[in-house]
Protein backbone atom coordinates (compact mmCIF):
# COMPACT_ATOMS: atom_id res chain seq x y z
CA UNK A 1 0.00 0.00 0.00
CA UNK A 2 1.87 3.36 -1.20
CA UNK A 3 1.96 6.22 1.48
CA UNK A 4 1.05 8.82 -0.86
CA UNK A 5 -0.72 9.10 -4.62
CA UNK A 6 2.46 10.61 -6.08
CA UNK A 7 5.74 11.10 -4.75
CA UNK A 8 8.00 14.10 -7.05
CA UNK A 9 11.83 13.09 -5.82
CA UNK A 10 14.81 14.42 -6.07
CA UNK A 11 14.23 17.69 -7.25
CA UNK A 12 15.82 21.29 -6.51
CA UNK A 13 12.44 22.69 -4.65
CA UNK A 14 12.01 25.91 -4.56
CA UNK A 15 9.86 28.69 -2.81
CA UNK A 16 10.38 32.54 -2.16
CA UNK A 17 12.61 31.46 0.91
CA UNK A 18 14.58 28.26 0.27
CA UNK A 19 15.85 26.29 -2.44
CA UNK A 20 16.24 22.93 -1.34
CA UNK A 21 17.06 19.40 -2.69
CA UNK A 22 13.91 16.81 -1.33
CA UNK A 23 11.00 14.68 -2.31
CA UNK A 24 7.47 16.21 -2.22
CA UNK A 25 4.73 13.60 -1.48
CA UNK A 26 1.43 14.25 -2.22
CA UNK A 27 -1.93 12.91 -0.58
CA UNK A 28 -5.83 14.08 -1.84
CA UNK A 29 -4.24 17.18 -4.38
CA UNK A 30 -2.36 18.31 -1.23
CA UNK A 31 1.43 18.77 -0.38
CA UNK A 32 1.62 16.52 2.61
CA UNK A 33 5.49 15.46 3.10
CA UNK A 34 8.56 17.90 2.24
CA UNK A 35 11.83 15.12 3.35
CA UNK A 36 14.38 12.82 1.54
CA UNK A 37 13.72 9.43 0.59
CA UNK A 38 10.05 9.61 1.26
CA UNK A 39 8.18 6.18 1.02
CA UNK A 40 6.51 4.84 -1.53
CA UNK A 41 3.70 6.62 -3.76
CA UNK A 42 1.19 5.51 -6.28
CA UNK A 43 2.91 6.81 -8.48
CA UNK A 44 6.38 8.52 -8.93
CA UNK A 45 8.14 11.28 -10.95
CA UNK A 46 11.51 11.26 -11.09
CA UNK A 47 12.73 15.49 -11.06
CA UNK A 48 16.71 14.96 -10.36
CA UNK A 49 18.28 17.48 -12.28
CA UNK A 50 15.05 19.97 -12.35
CA UNK A 51 13.57 22.58 -10.91
CA UNK A 52 10.35 22.25 -8.72
CA UNK A 53 8.28 25.44 -8.83
CA UNK A 54 5.23 26.09 -6.99
CA UNK A 55 2.69 26.80 -10.17
CA UNK A 56 2.49 30.21 -11.27
CA UNK A 57 -0.14 32.40 -10.29
CA UNK A 58 -1.02 34.56 -13.27
CA UNK A 59 -2.80 37.80 -11.05
CA UNK A 60 -3.60 39.67 -14.56
CA UNK A 61 -4.80 38.17 -17.55
CA UNK A 62 -7.85 38.38 -19.88
CA UNK A 63 -9.85 35.68 -21.16
CA UNK A 64 -13.26 35.44 -23.03
CA UNK A 65 -13.78 39.30 -21.83
CA UNK A 66 -16.30 41.17 -23.87
CA UNK A 67 -15.58 44.14 -26.02
CA UNK A 68 -17.20 47.38 -26.42
CA UNK A 69 -17.43 46.95 -30.11
CA UNK A 70 -19.52 43.38 -28.98
CA UNK A 71 -16.42 41.08 -29.68
CA UNK A 72 -14.81 38.80 -27.44
CA UNK A 73 -10.92 38.34 -26.98
CA UNK A 74 -9.56 35.45 -28.46
CA UNK A 75 -8.83 32.82 -25.93
CA UNK A 76 -11.59 31.70 -23.58
CA UNK A 77 -11.30 29.86 -20.41
CA UNK A 78 -10.22 26.38 -22.12
CA UNK A 79 -7.28 27.74 -25.35
CA UNK A 80 -6.37 30.14 -22.18
CA UNK A 81 -5.64 27.72 -19.24
CA UNK A 82 -4.18 25.44 -21.85
CA UNK A 83 -2.07 27.93 -22.91
CA UNK A 84 -1.36 29.29 -18.96
CA UNK A 85 -0.46 25.93 -17.89
CA UNK A 86 1.97 25.08 -20.60
CA UNK A 87 3.90 27.60 -19.39
CA UNK A 88 4.03 26.69 -15.67
CA UNK A 89 0.60 28.91 -14.64
CA UNK A 90 -1.63 26.75 -12.63
CA UNK A 91 -3.76 29.41 -11.46
CA UNK A 92 -5.29 32.59 -13.38
CA UNK A 93 -6.87 35.39 -12.13
CA UNK A 94 -8.57 37.06 -14.88
CA UNK A 95 -11.67 39.45 -14.75
CA UNK A 96 -15.64 39.44 -14.45
CA UNK A 97 -16.45 42.66 -16.20
CA UNK A 98 -19.31 45.27 -15.37
CA UNK A 99 -20.78 46.92 -18.62
CA UNK A 100 -21.70 50.20 -17.87
CA UNK A 101 -26.19 49.91 -16.99
CA UNK A 102 -25.41 46.91 -15.75
CA UNK A 103 -25.05 45.21 -12.52
CA UNK A 104 -21.73 43.60 -11.79
CA UNK A 105 -23.79 40.02 -10.12
CA UNK A 106 -25.07 39.62 -14.10
CA UNK A 107 -21.22 40.45 -15.06
CA UNK A 108 -19.78 37.52 -12.98
CA UNK A 109 -22.64 34.80 -13.17
CA UNK A 110 -22.10 35.56 -16.58
CA UNK A 111 -18.35 34.50 -16.18
CA UNK A 112 -18.91 31.77 -14.08
CA UNK A 113 -21.05 29.71 -16.85
CA UNK A 114 -18.13 30.88 -19.45
CA UNK A 115 -15.63 29.07 -17.47
CA UNK A 116 -17.54 25.94 -15.96
CA UNK A 117 -16.50 23.04 -18.06
CA UNK A 118 -13.74 24.73 -19.76
CA UNK A 119 -10.81 25.42 -17.70
CA UNK A 120 -7.39 22.53 -17.21
CA UNK A 121 -6.44 24.72 -14.15
CA UNK A 122 -7.68 26.60 -11.16
CA UNK A 123 -8.97 30.38 -11.23
CA UNK A 124 -10.54 32.83 -9.26
CA UNK A 125 -12.45 36.16 -10.37
CA UNK A 126 -11.32 39.91 -10.41
CA UNK A 127 -13.78 42.05 -11.27
CA UNK A 128 -13.96 45.25 -13.30
CA UNK A 129 -16.01 48.09 -11.94
CA UNK A 130 -17.24 50.51 -15.07
CA UNK A 131 -20.18 52.05 -12.69
CA UNK A 132 -20.01 52.34 -9.47
CA UNK A 133 -23.75 53.42 -8.53
CA UNK A 134 -25.00 53.61 -5.01
CA UNK A 135 -26.41 50.07 -5.91
CA UNK A 136 -22.95 48.72 -6.82
CA UNK A 137 -21.11 49.88 -3.97
CA UNK A 138 -23.40 49.82 -1.07
CA UNK A 139 -24.75 46.06 -2.11
CA UNK A 140 -23.88 44.36 -5.25
CA UNK A 141 -19.90 44.47 -4.02
CA UNK A 142 -20.08 44.38 -0.36
CA UNK A 143 -22.18 41.05 -0.76
CA UNK A 144 -19.46 40.11 -3.81
CA UNK A 145 -16.41 40.74 -1.54
CA UNK A 146 -18.17 38.21 0.87
CA UNK A 147 -18.94 35.36 -1.67
CA UNK A 148 -14.75 36.12 -2.58
CA UNK A 149 -14.32 38.14 -4.80
CA UNK A 150 -11.72 40.54 -3.04
CA UNK A 151 -10.26 42.32 -5.79
CA UNK A 152 -11.29 45.16 -8.81
CA UNK A 153 -10.20 46.46 -11.48
CA UNK A 154 -10.66 50.56 -12.41
CA UNK A 155 -9.83 52.41 -15.28
CA UNK A 156 -8.79 55.61 -15.35
CA UNK A 157 -8.64 55.41 -19.33
CA UNK A 158 -11.03 54.44 -21.57
CA UNK A 159 -14.26 55.77 -22.90
CA UNK A 160 -16.35 52.70 -21.80
CA UNK A 161 -14.16 52.12 -18.85
CA UNK A 162 -13.22 54.69 -17.21
CA UNK A 163 -14.00 56.64 -13.32
CA UNK A 164 -13.51 60.21 -12.73
CA UNK A 165 -12.00 61.12 -9.59
CA UNK A 166 -14.94 61.00 -7.53
CA UNK A 167 -16.02 57.66 -8.31
CA UNK A 168 -12.42 56.28 -7.83
CA UNK A 169 -12.92 58.19 -4.38
CA UNK A 170 -16.41 55.64 -3.74
CA UNK A 171 -14.48 52.86 -5.15
CA UNK A 172 -11.87 53.41 -2.56
CA UNK A 173 -14.04 54.38 0.18
CA UNK A 174 -15.68 51.06 -0.31
CA UNK A 175 -12.25 48.85 -0.89
CA UNK A 176 -10.82 50.52 2.94
CA UNK A 177 -14.33 49.29 4.69
CA UNK A 178 -14.73 45.49 3.56
CA UNK A 179 -10.57 45.04 3.02
CA UNK A 180 -10.62 44.39 -0.48
CA UNK A 181 -7.85 45.35 -2.97
CA UNK A 182 -8.53 48.23 -5.95
CA UNK A 183 -6.13 47.25 -9.24
CA UNK A 184 -5.45 50.42 -11.05
CA UNK A 185 -5.36 51.25 -14.60
CA UNK A 186 -3.46 54.54 -14.26
CA UNK A 187 -3.24 56.77 -17.36
CA UNK A 188 -4.92 60.15 -17.97
CA UNK A 189 -7.81 59.85 -20.32
CA UNK A 190 -8.55 63.57 -21.40
CA UNK A 191 -4.34 63.75 -22.21
CA UNK A 192 -4.88 60.95 -24.41
CA UNK A 193 -7.55 62.11 -26.51
CA UNK A 194 -6.39 65.10 -26.91
CA UNK A 195 -3.08 64.03 -27.77
CA UNK A 196 -5.10 61.52 -30.24
CA UNK A 197 -7.49 63.83 -31.67
CA UNK A 198 -4.06 66.24 -32.70
CA UNK A 199 -2.05 63.11 -34.15
CA UNK A 200 -5.40 62.16 -36.17
CA UNK A 201 -5.63 65.60 -37.51
CA UNK A 202 -2.23 66.13 -38.22
CA UNK A 203 -2.58 62.03 -40.06
CA UNK A 204 -0.45 60.43 -37.70
CA UNK A 205 -2.11 57.23 -37.41
CA UNK A 206 0.06 54.60 -37.98
CA UNK A 207 0.78 52.19 -34.72
CA UNK A 208 3.84 54.21 -33.71
CA UNK A 209 2.14 56.82 -32.87
CA UNK A 210 -0.07 54.93 -30.05
CA UNK A 211 3.00 55.61 -28.05
CA UNK A 212 3.09 59.29 -28.78
CA UNK A 213 -0.65 59.38 -27.84
CA UNK A 214 0.60 57.59 -24.21
CA UNK A 215 3.73 59.50 -23.35
CA UNK A 216 5.09 58.63 -19.51
CA UNK A 217 3.73 61.88 -18.26
CA UNK A 218 0.24 60.71 -19.05
CA UNK A 219 1.25 57.22 -16.50
CA UNK A 220 2.84 59.53 -14.17
CA UNK A 221 -0.13 61.81 -13.68
CA UNK A 222 -2.50 58.96 -13.12
CA UNK A 223 -0.09 57.26 -11.30
CA UNK A 224 0.53 60.38 -8.78
CA UNK A 225 -3.54 61.35 -8.37
CA UNK A 226 -4.28 57.62 -8.01
CA UNK A 227 -2.11 57.16 -5.04
CA UNK A 228 -3.02 60.56 -3.80
CA UNK A 229 -6.36 59.49 -3.68
CA UNK A 230 -5.66 56.44 -1.86
CA UNK A 231 -3.86 58.02 0.67
CA UNK A 232 -6.52 60.67 1.19
CA UNK A 233 -9.05 57.54 2.23
CA UNK A 234 -6.27 55.70 3.67
CA UNK A 235 -6.11 52.19 1.86
CA UNK A 236 -3.89 49.65 0.04
CA UNK A 237 -4.16 49.67 -3.48
CA UNK A 238 -2.20 47.93 -7.12
CA UNK A 239 -0.94 49.70 -10.11
CA UNK A 240 -0.89 47.67 -12.68
CA UNK A 241 1.02 47.26 -15.37
CA UNK A 242 3.73 49.69 -14.85
CA UNK A 243 5.76 50.57 -18.05
CA UNK A 244 8.50 53.09 -17.14
CA UNK A 245 11.04 55.19 -14.51
CA UNK A 246 8.22 57.85 -14.04
CA UNK A 247 4.86 56.04 -12.63
CA UNK A 248 7.51 53.30 -11.29
CA UNK A 249 8.91 56.62 -8.69
CA UNK A 250 5.91 57.84 -7.80
CA UNK A 251 5.38 53.88 -6.34
CA UNK A 252 8.61 54.30 -4.92
CA UNK A 253 7.89 57.97 -3.27
CA UNK A 254 4.85 56.76 -1.74
CA UNK A 255 6.35 53.77 -0.43
CA UNK A 256 9.06 56.04 1.26
CA UNK A 257 6.15 57.67 2.93
CA UNK A 258 4.82 54.64 4.13
CA UNK A 259 1.75 54.45 2.10
CA UNK A 260 0.76 50.89 1.17
CA UNK A 261 1.36 50.94 -2.66
CA UNK A 262 2.03 47.87 -4.25
CA UNK A 263 3.24 47.64 -8.32
CA UNK A 264 2.64 45.34 -10.71
CA UNK A 265 4.58 45.25 -14.21
CA UNK A 266 4.48 42.54 -17.23
CA UNK A 267 6.98 40.91 -19.50
CA UNK A 268 5.87 43.77 -22.39
CA UNK A 269 7.72 46.34 -20.39
CA UNK A 270 10.98 44.12 -20.26
CA UNK A 271 10.81 42.51 -23.38
CA UNK A 272 9.30 44.92 -25.55
CA UNK A 273 10.46 48.44 -26.27
CA UNK A 274 8.43 51.59 -28.70
CA UNK A 275 10.42 50.55 -31.31
CA UNK A 276 8.16 47.78 -32.01
CA UNK A 277 5.56 49.16 -32.64
CA UNK A 278 7.65 51.13 -36.01
CA UNK A 279 8.10 47.47 -37.69
CA UNK A 280 7.04 47.17 -41.39
CA UNK A 281 3.99 45.87 -42.65
CA UNK A 282 1.48 46.66 -39.70
CA UNK A 283 3.81 44.16 -37.45
CA UNK A 284 4.00 47.54 -35.25
CA UNK A 285 0.32 47.06 -34.59
CA UNK A 286 0.80 43.68 -32.80
CA UNK A 287 2.34 45.53 -29.95
CA UNK A 288 0.07 48.19 -28.69
CA UNK A 289 -0.90 47.81 -25.36
CA UNK A 290 -1.74 50.64 -22.95
CA UNK A 291 0.74 51.67 -21.36
CA UNK A 292 2.81 51.85 -24.61
CA UNK A 293 6.41 49.63 -24.13
CA UNK A 294 8.56 52.33 -23.59
CA UNK A 295 12.32 53.11 -24.86
CA UNK A 296 15.22 50.87 -23.68
CA UNK A 297 16.38 53.36 -20.59
CA UNK A 298 12.86 52.82 -19.25
CA UNK A 299 13.13 48.86 -19.98
CA UNK A 300 15.94 48.81 -17.65
CA UNK A 301 14.30 50.59 -14.94
CA UNK A 302 11.22 48.37 -14.60
CA UNK A 303 14.05 45.12 -14.32
CA UNK A 304 15.81 47.08 -11.64
CA UNK A 305 12.42 47.66 -10.11
CA UNK A 306 12.19 43.82 -10.19
CA UNK A 307 15.54 43.95 -7.94
CA UNK A 308 14.93 46.19 -5.88
CA UNK A 309 11.27 45.77 -4.51
CA UNK A 310 9.14 48.47 -6.54
CA UNK A 311 7.27 45.85 -7.96
CA UNK A 312 6.03 43.16 -5.95
CA UNK A 313 4.31 40.99 -9.12
CA UNK A 314 4.93 39.94 -12.43
CA UNK A 315 1.56 39.21 -14.75
CA UNK A 316 0.93 38.64 -18.07
CA UNK A 317 -1.92 41.02 -18.69
CA UNK A 318 -2.22 38.75 -21.40
CA UNK A 319 -5.03 40.36 -23.54
CA UNK A 320 -5.95 37.94 -27.17
CA UNK A 321 -6.96 39.67 -29.52
CA UNK A 322 -6.23 37.94 -33.27
CA UNK A 323 -4.46 39.39 -36.15
CA UNK A 324 -6.05 37.69 -38.95
CA UNK A 325 -9.68 36.38 -39.42
CA UNK A 326 -10.21 32.32 -40.20
CA UNK A 327 -9.68 33.22 -44.08
CA UNK A 328 -6.76 35.04 -43.25
CA UNK A 329 -7.81 38.41 -43.56
CA UNK A 330 -6.58 41.12 -41.60
CA UNK A 331 -9.30 41.91 -38.98
CA UNK A 332 -8.30 45.65 -38.57
CA UNK A 333 -7.32 45.92 -42.34
CA UNK A 334 -4.01 46.55 -42.87
CA UNK A 335 -3.73 50.51 -42.33
CA UNK A 336 -6.21 50.76 -39.39
CA UNK A 337 -5.30 53.89 -37.43
CA UNK A 338 -4.09 53.20 -34.28
CA UNK A 339 -6.93 54.29 -32.30
CA UNK A 340 -8.61 51.53 -33.84
CA UNK A 341 -6.13 48.97 -32.90
CA UNK A 342 -7.48 46.60 -29.39
CA UNK A 343 -5.17 47.31 -26.49
CA UNK A 344 -3.26 44.41 -25.44
CA UNK A 345 -0.89 41.67 -26.45
CA UNK A 346 -0.78 38.02 -25.91
CA UNK A 347 2.02 36.37 -23.20
CA UNK A 348 0.07 33.90 -20.34
CA UNK A 349 2.52 31.02 -21.79
CA UNK A 350 5.45 33.17 -22.03
CA UNK A 351 5.11 35.26 -19.03
CA UNK A 352 7.48 32.48 -16.76
CA UNK A 353 9.76 31.08 -19.43
CA UNK A 354 11.05 35.08 -20.63
CA UNK A 355 11.19 36.17 -16.93
CA UNK A 356 12.99 32.58 -15.90
CA UNK A 357 15.93 32.87 -18.92
CA UNK A 358 16.39 36.56 -18.44
CA UNK A 359 16.27 37.31 -14.85
CA UNK A 360 17.22 34.45 -12.75
CA UNK A 361 19.32 32.74 -15.97
CA UNK A 362 21.25 36.39 -16.83
CA UNK A 363 21.68 36.62 -12.97
CA UNK A 364 18.98 39.76 -12.50
CA UNK A 365 17.02 38.26 -10.13
CA UNK A 366 16.98 35.45 -7.62
CA UNK A 367 15.39 31.99 -8.26
CA UNK A 368 13.44 32.47 -4.86
CA UNK A 369 12.57 36.55 -6.26
CA UNK A 370 11.53 34.99 -9.10
CA UNK A 371 8.86 32.92 -7.49
CA UNK A 372 8.13 35.60 -4.75
CA UNK A 373 7.31 37.85 -8.12
CA UNK A 374 5.62 34.97 -10.19
CA UNK A 375 3.42 33.22 -7.62
CA UNK A 376 3.74 33.27 -4.16
CA UNK A 377 3.25 37.46 -4.27
CA UNK A 378 -0.17 37.44 -6.67
CA UNK A 379 -1.10 34.91 -3.96
CA UNK A 380 -0.65 36.60 -0.99
CA UNK A 381 -1.71 39.80 -2.52
CA UNK A 382 -5.12 38.21 -3.91
CA UNK A 383 -6.09 36.19 -0.82
CA UNK A 384 -5.00 33.01 -2.30
CA UNK A 385 -2.30 32.10 0.15
CA UNK A 386 -0.99 29.54 1.14
CA UNK A 387 -3.26 27.64 -0.43
CA UNK A 388 -1.78 28.90 -3.71
CA UNK A 389 2.14 30.12 -4.53
CA UNK A 390 3.98 28.21 -2.35
CA UNK A 391 5.39 24.69 -1.60
CA UNK A 392 4.80 23.58 1.75
CA UNK A 393 2.68 21.25 3.64
CA UNK A 394 -1.10 21.71 3.30
CA UNK A 395 -0.67 23.39 -0.09
CA UNK A 396 -2.15 22.73 -3.12
CA UNK A 397 0.06 20.62 -5.26
CA UNK A 398 0.57 23.35 -7.68
CA UNK A 399 3.62 22.32 -8.81
CA UNK A 400 5.67 22.88 -12.18
CA UNK A 401 9.08 20.93 -12.89
CA UNK A 402 11.31 22.98 -15.05
CA UNK A 403 14.25 21.87 -17.44
CA UNK A 404 16.54 24.83 -16.48
CA UNK A 405 18.99 23.82 -19.11
CA UNK A 406 16.06 23.25 -21.81
CA UNK A 407 16.49 25.99 -24.79
CA UNK A 408 13.78 27.02 -26.69
CA UNK A 409 12.60 29.52 -29.67
CA UNK A 410 9.70 30.96 -28.81
CA UNK A 411 7.59 31.11 -31.95
CA UNK A 412 4.05 31.31 -32.00
CA UNK A 413 3.48 27.20 -33.40
CA UNK A 414 4.79 26.57 -30.27
CA UNK A 415 2.29 28.04 -28.48
CA UNK A 416 -1.51 27.11 -26.91
CA UNK A 417 -3.07 30.37 -27.34
CA UNK A 418 -6.02 30.72 -29.65
CA UNK A 419 -4.17 33.82 -31.38
CA UNK A 420 -1.99 33.99 -34.63
CA UNK A 421 1.11 35.58 -33.22
CA UNK A 422 3.33 36.19 -30.22
CA UNK A 423 5.35 39.41 -29.86
CA UNK A 424 8.42 37.53 -28.79
CA UNK A 425 8.88 35.41 -32.51
CA UNK A 426 12.43 34.21 -32.28
CA UNK A 427 13.41 35.02 -28.92
CA UNK A 428 15.61 32.18 -27.24
CA UNK A 429 15.09 31.21 -23.69
CA UNK A 430 16.95 28.72 -21.61
CA UNK A 431 14.38 27.18 -19.06
CA UNK A 432 11.09 25.75 -19.76
CA UNK A 433 8.47 23.63 -17.46
CA UNK A 434 8.45 20.76 -18.67
CA UNK A 435 5.35 19.03 -16.46
CA UNK A 436 2.77 20.99 -14.37
CA UNK A 437 0.54 19.55 -12.05
CA UNK A 438 -3.06 21.39 -10.73
CA UNK A 439 -3.94 20.18 -6.98
CA UNK A 440 -1.87 16.74 -7.80
CA UNK A 441 -2.91 16.16 -10.99
CA UNK A 442 -0.69 16.01 -13.74
CA UNK A 443 -2.36 18.74 -16.60
CA UNK A 444 1.10 19.19 -18.77
CA UNK A 445 3.41 15.84 -19.17
CA UNK A 446 6.73 16.44 -20.75
CA UNK A 447 5.11 19.33 -22.72
CA UNK A 448 2.33 17.22 -23.89
CA UNK A 449 -1.20 18.44 -22.59
CA UNK A 450 -3.13 15.75 -20.57
CA UNK A 451 -5.46 17.55 -18.30
CA UNK A 452 -9.02 17.27 -18.43
CA UNK A 453 -11.06 20.54 -19.95
CA UNK A 454 -13.57 21.38 -16.67
CA UNK A 455 -10.85 19.77 -14.03
CA UNK A 456 -10.22 23.70 -12.98
CA UNK A 457 -12.07 24.67 -10.00
CA UNK A 458 -13.21 28.09 -8.87
CA UNK A 459 -11.50 29.90 -5.88
CA UNK A 460 -13.18 32.07 -3.59
CA UNK A 461 -10.65 34.41 -2.48
CA UNK A 462 -9.78 35.41 0.83
CA UNK A 463 -9.28 39.27 1.83
CA UNK A 464 -6.06 40.29 0.52
CA UNK A 465 -3.12 39.68 2.96
CA UNK A 466 -2.63 43.80 2.51
CA UNK A 467 -6.08 44.52 2.69
CA UNK A 468 -7.50 43.92 6.00
CA UNK A 469 -9.82 46.16 7.48
CA UNK A 470 -8.48 45.80 11.06
CA UNK A 471 -5.00 46.89 10.14
CA UNK A 472 -6.57 50.64 9.44
CA UNK A 473 -8.43 53.24 11.24
CA UNK A 474 -11.79 53.75 11.14
CA UNK A 475 -13.17 56.23 8.44
CA UNK A 476 -17.18 56.44 7.76
O1 LIG B 1 -3.29 47.26 -23.31
C1 LIG B 1 -3.67 46.59 -22.41
N1 LIG B 1 -2.99 46.47 -21.29
N2 LIG B 1 -4.83 45.94 -22.58
C2 LIG B 1 -5.41 45.03 -21.73
C3 LIG B 1 -6.43 45.67 -20.89
C4 LIG B 1 -5.79 46.37 -19.75
O2 LIG B 1 -5.91 47.58 -19.68
O3 LIG B 1 -5.18 45.74 -18.92
ZN1 LIG C 1 -5.26 47.98 -17.77
ZN1 LIG D 1 -5.09 44.02 -18.37
Keep these: M???????????????????????????????????????????????????????????????????????????????????????????IPFACQIKGHSLREAVDDYHRRAEGKALIDYAFHLIISDPTEQVIGQELPA?????????????????????????????????????????????????????????????????????????????????????????????????????????????????????????????????????????????????CSPPPRDARNQEAVWRGLENGVFDIVSSDHAPFRYHDDKGKMIRGKGAPFAQVPNGIPGIETRLPLLFSEGVGKGRISLNRFVALTATNPARLFGLYPRKGTIAIGSDADLAIWDPERQVTITNDILHHNVDYTPYEGMKVQGWPETVLCRGTVVVEQGTVVGAEGGGRFLPCELPLSARPEDSLAIS
Excluded at 226 to 245: F, M, R, Y
Excluded at 263 to 275: K, M, N, V
Aim: glycine fraction near 10%; hydrophobic fraction near 40%.
Design 144 to 288: LIHDGYTSFKIYMTYDDLKLNDREILEVFALARREGALTMVHAENADCIGWLTERLEAAGRTAPRYHATSRPPVVEREATHRAIALAELVDVPILIVHVSGEEAAAQIQAARDRGLPIHGETCPHYLFLTAEDLDLDGFEGAKHI
Design 2 to 92: ADFDLVIRNGRVATAADVVTCDIGVAGGRIVALAENLGAGERDIDAAGKLVLPGGVDGHCHLDQLMSDGSRMADDFRSGTISAACGGTTTV
